[in-house]
């Protein structure tokens, strides 16, 4: 329990592990059993975290004037209670909005970072769809809301080749389908806490090595963006998967698997068949082998 609001986390532990502890923070959507389709390709190499932060997946409601911050500083609490001094931070999508505030305000507790599908500023379409889709989940009509955050999290089909967009997106339509009253009422609390309190503060980020990486048709946080995010972190390095959008995780589990793994474990992330070219987008010397 963290300021009164009970939370849950997993743990598959490794007891020969190759590098520091993986935490995963998912999507808004996500809860902590998303990433047991990964466990194949990251387990054998460290212990896997991930959490239900207070607010989501199976945990107390949270009102939204409890910030970023809080959500920051539960992750810290997390750690201290299981007793996990480092790990490599893993965050996708909103998980990298929590992991970016938590890295930022607890700088000793992170090895590494990897941000996938982010961004440093609520994207333009998400802000502009948020008025809409609280509407929608509030007078119940549940399939016109899972209609609209189909298409805000998936590219349009016209933008370029995207591994298993049909089924990824016949997978998000049942998953919004079938929500529970609990996770609508959460869902719409966790669109007024990122409208209210934003999603970036300019606070020093650890000069540990950090990779920035999205779907090369990612149109809800862009490659641009993506790019912007990695400019704000000393020696990040950045790259876009191929064949991907902003579910680059999901369309392509193994590939993205690979790539946490391989950055993890300090190999190179250079020439990989299924990523475009690795750039450095903030001047300096990297802190990450390429």
């Known amino acids: 329990m963290f300021g009164g609001f009970r939370y849950t986390c997993r743990i598959v532990r490794q007891s ?10 998912g999507g808004s959507s996500q809860n902590r059993y998303s990433w047991q389709s990964h466990e194949k390709w990251l387990a054998p190499l460290c212990t896997l975290i991930t959490v239900d932060l207070p607010g989501y997946g199976s945990s107390d409601f949270l009102p939204a004037h409890y910030d970023i911050d809080f959500l920051g500083d539960a992750v810290q609490h997390m750690l201290t209670e299981i ?9 996708g ?17 992170v090895r590494r970072i990897i941000f996938a599908a982010a961004a440093n500023r609520l994207p333009e379409l998400y802000s502009e769809a948020v008025p809409r ?19 805000l999290f998936m590219s349009n089909p016209g933008a370029g080749k995207v591994r298993r967009h049909t089924a990824v997106a016949r997978l998000l339509q049942r998953q919004f389908m079938n929500q529970t009253p609990d996770d609508i009422r959460k869902a719409v ?4 806490r990122l409208v209210t309190h934003g999603c970036y503060e300019p606070l020093p980020v650890p000069r540990v090595p950090a990779l920035v990486f999205t779907g090369e048709y990612d149109t809800l946080c862009t490659p641009e963006m993506g790019r ?3 400019a704000t972190m000393p020696g990040a390095l ?3 998967v191929k064949e991907a959008d ?19 474990t300090d190999r190179s992330v250079e020439g990989l068949p299924y990523c475009t070219e690795v750039g450095v987008p903030c001047p300096g010397r990297p802190l990450a082998q390429v």
């Open 238 to 240: 950045f790259t876009t």
């Open 189 to 192: 609390e966790h669109n007024i």
């Open 228 to 230: 912007e995010l990695a």
């Open 83 to 91: 007793g996990v001094p480092e790990v490599n931070l893993f965050g």
């Open 16 to 25: 020969a592990p190759r590098t520091a502890p993986l935490l995963l923070l």
């Open 93 to 109: 999508c909103f998980g990298e909005v929590v992991g970016l505030r938590f890295a930022q305000r607890h700088p000793e507790s």
């Open 133 to 151: 889709l609280t509407r929608t989940l509030e007078r119940g009509d549940i399939e016109g809301a899972a209609d609209g955050l189909v298409r």
């Open 246 to 264: 902003h579910l680059v995780t999901v369309e392509r589990r193994e590939e993205s698997a690979d790539l946490i793994a391989r950055f993890c």
